[in-house]
Each structure stands twice: as structure tokens, then as C-alpha cells.
T-cell receptor, first 110, second 115 residues
Framework: RKEVEQDPGPFNVPEGATVAFNCTYS??????FFWYRQDCRKEPKLLMS???SGNEDGRFTAQLNRASQYISLLIRDSKLSDSATYLC???????????FGAGTRLFVKA | GAGVSQSPSNKVTEKGKDVELRCDPI?????LYWYRQRLGQGLEFLIY????????KSGLPSDRFSAERTGESVSTLTIQRTQQEDSAVYLC?????????????FGSGTQLSVL
């Protein structure tokens, strides 16, 4: 089993749609959780961190479920500019090694 | 302040040759990571440096791969006797301390093509 697994993509949605991505992790001792965004042929950039209490940044909401070992990302009112690959990342306790999922590709169309 | 810098941006080499990839982290960042990303795939962890601690080499795929970092400065990733399956983008990232919710800052990567 992979350490971090994500929904297979791609997701094709119309503008204005709401889309949700899930990510599961295998190490119950994992400490910190993130969503990164990667545009085509570009480096990943942090989208948002995922805290135990959940957090929201504009149209983006991230949630963590430690009991079930998954994190989620919800994008509301999708824009064309949201088209990208979304990478889930998990950081181990102690070692601080950050492991990424394979990414979920999102296409938002007009 | 400059971001993470990687060189070269592109490298084409022949099978069997050695290559050396360089990463300049953000000044003051103690944590440095190397990842490999094959076309259409996610980021594969290779190695992690944290200050003067022994590096976490658990992701290096074979003994042909090695990496060094002097203190909290430049790192080099060396691939010996390159194979075609080594073709990928090699991404370097740094973070302030590596712990907790410190985010990673990525360089733009080195595209390695092994012919």
C-alpha cells in the first residue's frame, strides 16, 4: 500500500461547479498535512495546510479526519484558473520527511 | 530574496554517463529535499537533509544515486551510470526548519533526459 493515496483523476468539471478531492495516508503517526497545487510543467506550490480543526481560504476548504486517516479538499465555484494538479502531502512525526501523493488532475471548462 | 535555484534546468545525457544536479536552497533554510517526478506521475521522495543531522536516504532507488550537502548550503544529487528509466524532472525543495507545518519551497527542477 502506498503511504499517501489520492483519488484517481482526471476530474472534468464546468465553471462554477463544486469539486472534492480525497487523500488517504497509511501512517497513523503522521503529524502535518498539506495540499499543494502544481500547474503544468511548473513546480508545486503550497495551496493550504490542513489543520485538525479544518480550515478555509476563500473558495477552498480543507479537512482532516485522523480517525479514518484521510484529508479532503473542497473547491467551490470552480474557475478556469483552478485547472491544475492537486497534490496531497503528509509529514512524518519526528523525521519530518514529507511524502506526496500521485496527484489529482482537475480540468475546469467553460 | 531569491528562491530555490536548480541547475541545470535541462540535461540530456547518454546512457551510462554520470550526471550531477545542483540545488541552492533559500538562505537560512536548514531542511532540503530531493524528489523525482516522472512524466504524469507524483513526486517520489529521494532524500532529506536537516541541518548537520545524518540525511534520510530511504527514498534513493539504487546505489547509483547519491547526494551531498555541505552544512546548510548547496546540495548536489549525483546519478552514476544513468539509465533510461532515470529520465524525469528532479525537484529540490527547502524549508525553514522542516518541522511541523513548515511549507516546502520548490525549485523549478532539472529535466533529465537519458538517451
Amino acid at each position: 500500500r502506498k503511504e499517501v493515496e489520492q483519488d484517481p483523476g482526471p476530474f472534468n468539471v464546468p465553471e462554477g461547479a463544486t469539486v472534492a478531492f480525497n487523500c488517504t495516508y497509511s501512517n497513523s503517526a503522521s503529524q502535518s498535512f498539506f495540499w499543494y497545487r502544481q500547474d503544468c510543467r511548473k513546480e508545486p506550490k503550497l495551496l493550504m495546510s490542513v489543520y485538525s480543526s479544518g480550515n478555509e481560504d476563500g473558495r477552498f476548504t480543507a479537512q482532516l479526519n485522523r480517525a479514518s486517516q484521510y484529508i479532503s479538499l473542497l473547491i467551490r465555484d470552480s474557475k478556469l484558473s483552478d485547472s491544475a494538479t492537486y497534490l496531497c502531502a503528509v509529514k512524518d512525526t519526528g523525521g519530518f520527511k514529507t511524502i506526496f501523493g500521485a496527484g489529482t488532475r482537475l480540468f475546469v471548462k467553460a | 530574496g531569491a528562491g530555490v535555484s536548480q541547475s541545470p534546468s535541462n540535461k540530456v545525457t547518454e546512457k551510462g554517463k554520470d550526471v550531477e544536479l545542483r540545488c541552492d536552497p533559500i538562505s537560512g533554510h536548514t531542511a532540503l529535499y530531493w524528489y523525482r517526478q516522472r512524466l504524469g506521475q507524483g513526486l517520489e521522495f529521494l532524500i532529506y537533509f536537516q541541518g548537520n543531522s545524518a540525511p534520510d536516504k530511504s527514498g534513493l532507488p539504487s546505489d547509483r544515486f547519491s547526494a551531498e550537502r555541505t552544512g546548510e548550503s548547496v546540495s548536489t544529487l549525483t546519478i552514476q551510470r544513468t539509465q533510461q528509466e532515470d529520465s524525469a524532472v528532479y525537484l529540490c525543495a527547502s524549508s525553514s526548519s522542516g518541522g511541523g507545518y513548515e511549507k516546502l519551497f520548490f525549485g523549478s527542477g532539472t529535466q533529465l533526459s537519458v538517451l
